[in-house]
């Protein structure tokens, strides 16, 4: 399908573009396609964003300054255009949407400049790409024309979809846990409304699968996409150092058939500290920047894990060919670290090779390590297949140790999710991935968590290479938390655990608080404090800028902790972009200034950049990378994040609400974690989901809401709600679409009126 932002894309030339060269770039063949086209360019050129050159020739209007953004609208009708230019966001009225939906990306127009705190404002003009193009919705019969129309779960689309009468739905409409899929054909404009038609029924009550489908579907998130009828490249085995003959250990704790392949560890000492190896398994290798397979890897961004199941990122054959099988030679990509004796890297080295994978480390194996006594010379029979190898394991698991206490490359915190077999596979870390902005506090017992302290040291590492060499590449920047929101967290702390310490002048960062919690009794809700004031991970794109043209910004990248995630290519695509890098500078990168100097660099050493006054790569490689390495890209994979990170969090809440549906009407035990002005947030025992206490249900007293002290408190009995504090409550409603639990408190009285009423009932019985 063309959109307006695929017409842009092509028009953006100095000299034009003619129509035909237009038509055979978005490849329209058909008539219909380029009479669309041409009403495309009719009203684009109205609206000032095209200019026709003599009917001849179309480009963009420089005269006008064209603001690109996501538009993002609440469920209370608030909308604002984020842009893509990261400026100030623009506030939109409802009459000025011009029919965009949330999520599309449009062209705005400001309308009125921001004045001191306020927001500017804009008009929408023109939807440049739809960010929905299926929907869940509700249906029903129009009692007046008897026709069919949709209405969207999502509040933030406040639309009425016109479906074809194809569908007989007159049994089923009044029922409460049928929804149905919506595939919008034509959106809205002008006076029209738009039209779609349903593609499927979905029931709310069809088990862990069918909540899986509608999660999907919510997030538009694609099951079934086609693969490329292309092969993979074979890799070179010209140049790779054989490292067949070292025990390498993979480290896995996802136990599902089609979890990811991750990479490989050795460790062994060397002069007084250890050295590392990190291999990766090489995706990179078999794509071709550009082609077909790695468009089809770019679409698709991330595997998604399904709980206990998952959706696939690599195709299959891809995916056979890179993962690491034990005891067989396997190419990889591979990262040698020498640590010293406290964790600080003392050198490293990139280099291709192949190994030979010897056995695979899971949670079993560390739980009997971590059981096992230092002095005990028997060795457990779960470990008898490893005997070979503990040596390797322990100087594993201790550099690992080592690197978590001298590295703060991330925020770490408890993860709290429900012990449930529909979630067995998000309870272990996942290596190198930041989903909310922290990750899972270190532990010894998860394969995962000992080898994600070794990737995300392994991106910083490349990251360090590749600004030294110039070259581009993606990281991750996480944003950080505002400093009143840090002092609010720290006067909660100290509301709640006094003994937590801050600097003289009561003030503390994210990490010196968080070190703090670790002995308080309160870590539980602390923890859950933090999480709230973390802000989120963006991809970002370095590109060197030479400091004649700018500033010298990558001096000042350079100094900071980023990580530029490369060794999980099974992953995501920001690894294997990366790893395409790293690849590129290995085997096509020039290591001697001419073909006949007698002088060649190692080019995966640390500090080789230094030794470089050539060009590193062919004009042709360098332009690819060029073309390829753009904010387009980013934003891109930044939305598939967002994507991911919603369905990671709707099938943890909607398993939660499962939970909570078999307990309605039941009293339950739970802590206060949350104190609002209308209500507080409790998490049940047990179950790690929070419910809303509202404030109306609290019908003994008017409660007043103090945010310094965090708490409610009534007017005449001077009650108090605060955070930590322990309530027996009922589960009154759970509404599985909006994954809400609404909770009532079960008062004092309330208790012992059934308490009195039971022992009465025993003595009649004993009677």
Not at 76 to 89: I, L, N, P, S, T
Not at 119 to 129: D, F, L, R, T, Y
Request: with cysteine; glycine share 4%.
């Amino acid at each position: 399908m063309t959109t307006v932002l695929k017409i842009l894309e092509n028009l953006e030339r100095e000299d034009g573009l003619e129509i035909t060269k237009l038509e055979k770039s978005l490849k329209l063949t058909k008539k219909l396609d380029r009479d669309n086209l041409r009403i495309a360019i009719n009203a684009l050129t109205k609206l000032g964003i095209v200019n026709n050159i003599n009917n001849e020739k179309l480009d963009i209007n420089p005269e006008i300054e064209i603001i690109k953004g996501k538009l993002r609208c609440s469920s209370k009708g608030y909308c604002f255009v984020v842009r893509e230019d990261q400026d100030e966001d623009i506030y939109i009225r409802e009459a000025n949407l011009n029919n965009a939906w949330h999520g599309d990306s449009v062209i705005v127009l400001i309308t009125k400049p921001g004045v001191k705190r306020r927001a500017p404002e804009g008009s929408i003009q023109c939807v440049i790409e739809r960010y929905n193009d299926t929907l869940l919705a509700k249906v029903e019969t129009d009692k007046l024309t008897g026709k069919l129309k949709a209405y969207p779960l999502d509040d933030r689309l406040p639309e009425i979809i016109e479906l074809d009468n194809k569908v007989d739905i007159q049994h089923k409409s009044t029922s409460k846990d049928i929804i149905y899929e919506i595939k919008i054909r034509k959106y809205p404009i002008a006076q029209f409304k738009a039209e779609g038609s349903i593609i499927r029924e979905l029931s709310t009550n069809g088990g862990v699968d069918g909540d899986i489908e509608i999660l999907l579907s919510k997030n538009n998130i694609i099951r079934n996409s086609d693969v490329p009828k292309v092969s993979h490249k074979k890799v070179s085995l010209k140049g790779r150092e054989d490292l067949t003959s070292q025990p390498s250990l993979i480290f896995e704790s996802w136990e599902c058939v089609n979890s990811p392949s991750l990479p490989a560890i050795y460790a062994e000492p060397f002069e007084g500290g250890n050295r590392i190896w990190l291999h990766s398994p090489t995706v990179s290798e078999r794509i071709n920047l550009g082609g077909k397979l790695d468009e089809y890897l770019k679409k698709k961004g991330e595997v998604i894990c399904l709980g206990n199941n998952w959706l696939e990122f690599l195709n299959e054959s891809l995916s056979s060919a890179s993962r690491f099988k034990l005891n067989e030679e396997c190419e990889s990509i591979s990262l040698m670290i020498d640590i010293d004796c406290v964790g600080n890297v003392v050198d490293w080295k990139f280099l291709l090779s192949i190994i030979k994978p010897a056995k695979i480390i899971t949670p079993k194996h560390l739980k009997a390590i971590n059981n096992r006594k230092a002095t005990s010379k028997s060795i457990p029979l779960s470990l008898k297949p490893l005997k070979e190898n503990l040596d390797v394991i322990y100087t594993i698991i201790h550099s690992s140790k080592l690197i978590n206490n001298s590295n703060n490359l991330s925020i770490k915190l408890d993860q709290h999710i429900p012990n449930l077999e529909r979630l067995s596979e998000l309870q272990h870390a996942f290596p190198s991935r930041d989903f909310n902005g922290w990750t899972k506090s270190y532990d010894s017992s998860d394969s995962q968590s000992i080898i994600d302290v070794f990737i995300r040291l392994s991106n910083n590492i490349l990251a360090k290479h590749l600004i030294g060499y110039k070259l581009p590449f993606i990281y991750k920047e996480h944003e950080e938390a505002d400093s009143s929101a840090i002092n609010e967290l720290t006067k909660s702390a100290l509301t709640l655990d006094n003994t937590i310490t801050v600097n003289i002048d009561g003030s503390a960062t994210t990490t010196q608080l968080i070190k703090s919690f670790e002995s308080s009794s309160e870590k539980k809700i602390l923890h859950k404090l933090v999480k709230h004031i973390i802000p989120g991970i963006h991809l970002k794109l370095y590109k060197f800028i030479p400091q004649s043209d700018n500033e010298d910004l990558h001096i000042d990248i350079s100094s900071k902790n980023i990580e530029s995630p490369w060794c999980c290519p099974s992953l995501n695509y920001w690894n294997i972009f990366n790893q395409y890098i790293i690849s590129s500078l290995l085997i096509e990168g020039k290591n001697k200034s001419t073909s006949r100097s007698k002088l060649s660099i190692e080019l995966g050493k640390k500090d080789s950049w230094n030794n470089i006054n050539w060009d590193i790569f062919p004009t042709k490689i360098q332009e690819n990378i060029e073309n390829h390495a753009n904010l387009k890209l980013i934003q891109y994979l930044n939305e598939i994040r967002k994507r991911s990170k919603s369905f990671r969090n709707n099938i943890i809440s909607i398993a939660q609400c499962r939970e909570a549906q078999q307990i309605i009407g039941k009293e339950v035990t739970a802590i206060i974690t949350g104190v609002q002005s209308y209500g507080f947030f409790a998490e049940i025992d047990d179950l790690a989901a929070e419910g809303l206490v509202h404030v109306s249900t609290l019908g003994d007293d008017w409660y007043e809401y103090r945010s310094r002290q965090n708490l409610l408190v009534g007017r005449k009995s001077k009650k108090t709600y605060q955070l930590s504090q322990k309530v027996n409550v009922k589960v009154l409603k759970v509404d599985i679409l909006k994954n809400q639990i609404d909770l009532e408190l079960v008062k004092i009285n309330d208790i012992e009126s059934n308490s009195s009423n039971d022992n009465v009932n025993d003595n009649k019985l004993s009677n």
